[in-house]
């Protein structure tokens, strides 16, 4: 037996008590006469003492070492009132080295300068970096946050189902990852970008609830909220259901959970709804962060006659920014020079300020003319005090560039709403948009129900076609995405023909959807949501690196394992493949 008890358990109640435990050497403090040593598992720290007389029982153990200590536990003279185990020590008797670690260390581990660490190196060395209590305990945490919710779809009458990895190739919206077969030479599988076809399999076959914490795969772009390569989402699908049917459960679910693990003030349901076209309106994104009370405007009319080249001929969205929120001329230049970084896109940025005399002061204040103060006051609601940062450009880049003005204004103003998770549907997203190469593609997914059914896809411009899809938001991060599914092959195939699919692809790409809904299919509704980004929330951390256990880096590889990696001739030989050089 290694141990009989963990190192974070031992109390005074142990005093006397002889014990085995065993972890790994964090600390040794050599004061001659006695040498301490922090000894550290999952479970917490104790404090170990050697005396002189035992010195060489310490021969080769160095920070970071596994040993085995044997000894009785006594109580502290100097308690430590930051740890649990803080009013008792252990004097040892025996010690033995039980994992052997190397002097030098590639970086310090549960060093308050581990945060300082390049992060390539970190990951190189994972198995060290996860040793950090931070980072330990933030995987411990993803644990129990996926225990809680397999209990409480348990409790809700879903069905846990495990589906294929290994699937088929089809337009879900995100570059495959394939993986070649080497029994059907010249045919390839591909990692489900989602489980959606098969969730909807399950639906036709008679199972009324399905869910399970799933493996999603998309050789998609890194960010800092995006792991590359795969990301787990709690997926649930419902027979017989309706947008409203889902947001239940998203609401019964999504607070539950949060409550449990945060001291923060959470949002009830009924969580705030808001349709795709309004969100572009106000927020100038489609996943708004409602800690942020400033609002975009549209006040293109207020300017139709104004003598400003700058304006003329656009669209000019305005941010108020509240009579309180102190800003100098240099805070003016700073979000000016934000605005046109290459990643913003602004031409420039225009602003004023109506001071509390009655005047109108600084930027474009030349140009303000009383009627268009009037207007602005009247009819947009700024009041004496307020500053009006204004962005001009063709309509769809305005919003944009004034949503990411607003977002950085409640960052650099302070203006979030602390310590609050603050949800959001956002619904009614468009069915179809442009490409970028100017035809018409799916907008959200193509598994969606139009609403206005068939007769809406036959009658309406396609641009004007909304769907039943929606998103759970929160402070900004997009947590989950859902939908009505379209279930009837007829509507299926005039959707998909819109895109430019025609009913052959669509049989090719999507045939066991297409024959099942030949055979009684129901009406079927789902969601899922991201177990990633709610562990991110939840830690309040913006890197998503941060709460996944061995994670890729921004290039997507693994730097620990050395994936992606070579392999040999043989084995290409064996899946039938050959290298372009």
């Not at 076209?277 to 104004?306: C, H, S, W």
């Not at 003598?307 to 305005?318: L, M, P, Q, S, W």
Request: aromatic share 10%.
């Amino acid at each position: 037996m290694y141990r009989d008890h963990n190192c974070g358990e031992l109390t005074i109640k142990n005093v006397g008590e002889k014990v085995t435990i065993a972890g790994w050497v964090q600390r040794i403090r050599n004061l001659g006469s006695m040498i301490f040593i922090d000894l550290r598992d999952q479970f917490g720290i104790t404090q170990i003492v050697v005396s002189a007389d035992n010195k060489e029982k310490l021969e080769n153990v160095v920070s970071e070492c596994v040993i085995q200590v044997v000894g009785t536990v006594v109580e502290r003279s100097n308690k430590n009132t930051k740890i649990l185990t803080g009013e008792i020590e252990v004097e040892a008797q025996e010690i033995e080295i039980l994992g052997k670690c190397k002097n030098v260390l590639p970086f310090e581990v549960n060093s308050e300068k581990t945060g300082e660490v390049k992060e390539d190196l970190r990951l190189e060395y994972r198995f060290l970096d996860l040793r950090n209590d931070k980072l330990h305990k933030t995987i411990l945490l993803r644990s129990e946050v996926m225990k809680t919710i397999r209990k409480k779809m348990d409790e809700l009458g879903f069905t846990e189902i495990q589906t294929p990895i290994l699937a088929n190739s089809s337009p879900e919206g995100a570059r495959d990852y394939l993986v070649p077969s080497r029994l059907n030479p010249g045919e390839f599988y591909a990692l489900p970008q989602a489980p959606q076809q098969f969730k909807q399999l399950l639906m036709v076959s008679g199972f009324d609830k399905y869910f399970q914490i799933a493996p999603c795969f998309r050789d998609e772009d890194p960010r800092a909220d995006r792991a590359p390569g795969e990301f787990y989402q709690l997926d649930f699908e419902m027979s017989f259901a309706t947008q409203e049917d889902v947001f239940k459960v998203i609401e019964e679910v999504v607070p539950y959970t949060f409550k449990k693990f945060t001291t923060w003030k959470v949002d009830e349901g009924p969580f705030v709804k808001i349709p795709y076209r309004e969100a572009m309106e106000k927020y100038g994104i489609d996943k708004p962060d409602l800690r942020n009370p400033l609002i975009i405007q549209d006040v293109t009319k207020v300017f139709e006659n104004i003598e400003f080249n700058a304006f003329k001929d656009k669209t000019v969205k305005a941010i108020v920014v509240p009579d309180g929120a102190e800003q100098g001329r240099k805070f003016f230049d700073k979000m000016t020079e934000f605005a046109t970084t290459d990643e913003v896109g602004a031409k420039g940025l225009a602003w004023t300020k109506f001071e509390k005399d009655g005047t109108v002061q600084g930027g474009i204040a030349k140009f303000i003319t009383d009627e268009a103060k009037a207007k602005l006051e009247n009819e947009y609601g700024v009041k004496a005090g307020d500053s009006i940062f204004f962005i001009a450009d063709e309509f769809h880049k305005a919003q944009k560039i004034a949503g990411l003005v607003r977002i950085e204004l409640g960052k650099r103003l302070n203006l979030l709403e602390k310590d609050t998770y603050r949800f959001c549907f956002i619904v009614d997203f468009p069915m179809y948009e442009l490409s970028d190469e100017g035809t018409i593609d799916f907008c959200h997914n193509p598994f969606s129900m139009p609403q206005g059914g068939l007769d809406a896809l036959e009658s309406k411009d396609p641009l004007d076609i909304l769907a039943y899809q929606f998103d759970l938001v929160c402070n900004g991060y997009e947590t989950m995405s859902g939908a009505v599914r379209n279930h009837d092959p007829e509507i299926m195939v005039k959707a998909f023909e819109i895109a430019g699919y025609d009913e052959e692809v669509l049989k090719e790409k999507f045939g066991a959807l297409y024959t099942a809904f030949q055979f009684g299919a129901p009406p079927h509704a789902g969601m899922a949501p991201g177990i990633d980004r709610m562990i991110m929330l939840l830690r309040n951390e913006e890197n998503i690196r941060e709460i996944i256990a061995f994670p890729m880096d921004g290039k997507a590889q693994d730097l620990m394992c050395g994936a992606p990696n070579e392999i040999t001739e043989q084995q290409l030989r064996e899946v039938h493949i050959k290298l372009r050089k």
